[in-house]
């Protein structure tokens, strides 16, 4: 029932894109088990079709995509899109991140398996190994339309709540005297600071505490007090970013260190979010099932403490490795918190907080993050809509993986081309070496595997677009 009442709910809010519909604005209490209820039905216009979102007179939205990235997506896709040779690629990629691999299977040593793990995956998802390879990334996504990429160096720590141990570049614990600086603060603060200079203008960073190393994951994950010399480096990057006019978005990690990052991310933007826009936001994952909880105490920090919330909002992408009872039991209970707490915040009114006889909605800047059709655009229509129909409403951007859903990113910029002024669109990339990215190009296959109906129809689109080009080539 939910997945056809968020079909019709998705396929009238593509309508609304072309419409201008009318809509009653409506109220989201927090259920007894405290999720927000998903939004109702609003009176969008009826019998809509997807078509509508990328218009079918206009070119595909894919036909943006360079022919090379075309065919890789397209070599890649071909993988994710068959379960029995994603599951080969994802058992293959866990294994090669294990420690005392033989030499055939060690990255480091072996170059041969260096050079093709580095031009299947690591191009497709990952923007570069050094300054002037992340730049020229950063540049390929401009010329392409984005209003920028939000990049993030790589180094984390990933805690697998099954194994009971860290995954993640090995970082030495550190033994010096508590007044000593620690190498592993010092050189994530360096590998983040560096990231900071590689952005051009639009461009926006995202960081992963726990790339800190153990002093920092130690202390997160115990909720002591980060040591001075994390406190002070965040410091830094919170000014560098101020300075260079660059958003800060603090990455959702584990559930072990994540109450820790979002109290720390909490703490920034009360120094940094005064100025009535977000500068740093934390991020949300609507997998869990606490999530709408901790918005509404933030919400409520950020109305007391007269600053803007800044929401990043995404479904969660430590699915493998979390404990299951804190993640939402289906699928679809997930995609009904992330439209319930999107729509929320859109409408200003999320629990108790905004709406009639509520207390006054805070200052929210949002970013929506995801490849979920329907989540995008619905979203997007809703906020649409209310901002045609003059409604209250929080700004918005959006923004995709590298690698993934292009039709998704390249269907929002084409709105703006349509509809102007479009929206807010964005790519995100990570950094790093090949070995410190591993982890993260892991995620993305159990993603894929995760969310099957949507890698199917990725593949698709992306055929009917190498079909079509293959097809001009060949003269009438
Ligand atoms: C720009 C950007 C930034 C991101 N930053 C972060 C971050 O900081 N932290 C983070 O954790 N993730 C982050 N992600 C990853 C994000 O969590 C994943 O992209 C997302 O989980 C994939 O979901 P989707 O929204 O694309 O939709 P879909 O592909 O439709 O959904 C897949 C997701 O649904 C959920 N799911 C799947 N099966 C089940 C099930 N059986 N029960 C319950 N839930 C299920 C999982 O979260 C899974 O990843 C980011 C993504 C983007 C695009």
Not at 147 to 171: L, P, S
Not at 331 to 359: E, F, V
Request: glycine share 10%; aromatic share 8%; proline share 5%.
């Amino acid at each position: 029932m939910a997945a056809l009442r968020h079909g019709h709910y998705a396929r009238m809010a593509y309508r609304a894109l072309s419409t201008q519909a009318s809509s009653r604005s409506s109220s989201l209490p927090l259920t007894a088990d405290g999720k927000f209820c998903s939004p109702p039905i609003a009176t969008y216009a009826e019998n809509a079709s997807p078509a509508t979102v990328s218009g079918e007179s206009s070119p595909a939205p894919l036909s943006a995509l360079p022919t090379g990235v075309l065919f890789r997506s397209l070599f890649v896709n071909s993988i994710s899109s068959r379960p029995h040779l994603l599951s080969r690629a994802i058992s293959f990629m866990d294994f090669l991140t294990q420690p005392n691999r033989p030499f055939l299977f060690d990255i480091n040593r072996n170059k041969l398996l260096a050079w093709v793990v580095r031009r299947v995956a690591y191009r497709h998802f990952c923007a570069g190994e050094s300054g002037s390879e992340v730049r020229q990334t950063l540049k390929r996504f401009k010329t392409m339309g984005f209003r920028g990429t939000i990049v993030t160096y790589a180094r984390e720590t990933v805690f697998d709540y099954h194994k009971k141990g860290v995954q993640g570049v090995e970082m030495a614990s550190f033994s010096g005297k508590p007044t000593d600086p620690c190498p592993n603060i010092q050189s994530w603060r360096n590998g983040v600071l560096e990231t900071i200079d590689m952005l051009g203008q639009g461009d926006q960073l995202a960081v992963k505490m726990t790339g800190a190393g153990p002093l920092v994951t130690g202390a997160l994950a115990a909720g002591q007090p980060l040591p001075e010399q994390m406190s002070t480096a965040l410091m830094a990057i919170g000014d560098e970013c101020k300075q260079r006019q660059v958003r800060l978005l603090i990455d959702a990690e584990s559930q072990l260190y994540q109450h820790a990052i979002a109290q720390a991310g909490l703490d920034l933007m009360k120094v940094y979010n005064r100025d009535g826009q977000a500068l740093v936001y934390n991020t949300y994952q609507a997998y869990l099932k606490g999530t709408p909880s901790a918005i509404e105490s933030h919400l409520m920090a950020a109305l007391e403490g007269n600053f803007t919330l800044g929401l990043k909002l995404v479904r969660g992408a430590y699915l493998a490795t979390e404990r299951r009872d804190l993640i939402h039991d289906t699928k679809r209970d997930t995609d009904d918190a992330y439209n319930a707490i999107a729509h929320g915040a859109l409408r200003r009114h999320m629990g108790s907080i905004g709406g009639q006889g509520g207390c006054p909605f805070p200052s929210v800047n949002l970013m929506l993050c995801g490849h979920n059709k329907e989540s995008v655009f619905g979203s997007y229509a809703l906020h649409r809509q209310r901002l045609l129909e003059g409604l209250p409403t929080v700004p918005v951007g959006f923004a995709q993986l590298q690698g993934m859903s292009d039709e998704i990113s390249f269907g929002l910029l084409r709105l703006g081309e349509r509809q102007g002024p479009g929206p807010e669109v964005y790519k995100c990339s990570t950094w790093g070496t090949l070995m410190e990215c591993l982890g993260y190009l892991t995620r993305r296959a159990l993603e894929n595997r995760d969310a099957a109906g949507r890698t199917v129809d990725e593949y698709r689109a992306l055929k009917m677009e190498a079909k079509r080009r293959l097809r001009s080539l060949i003269p009438l």
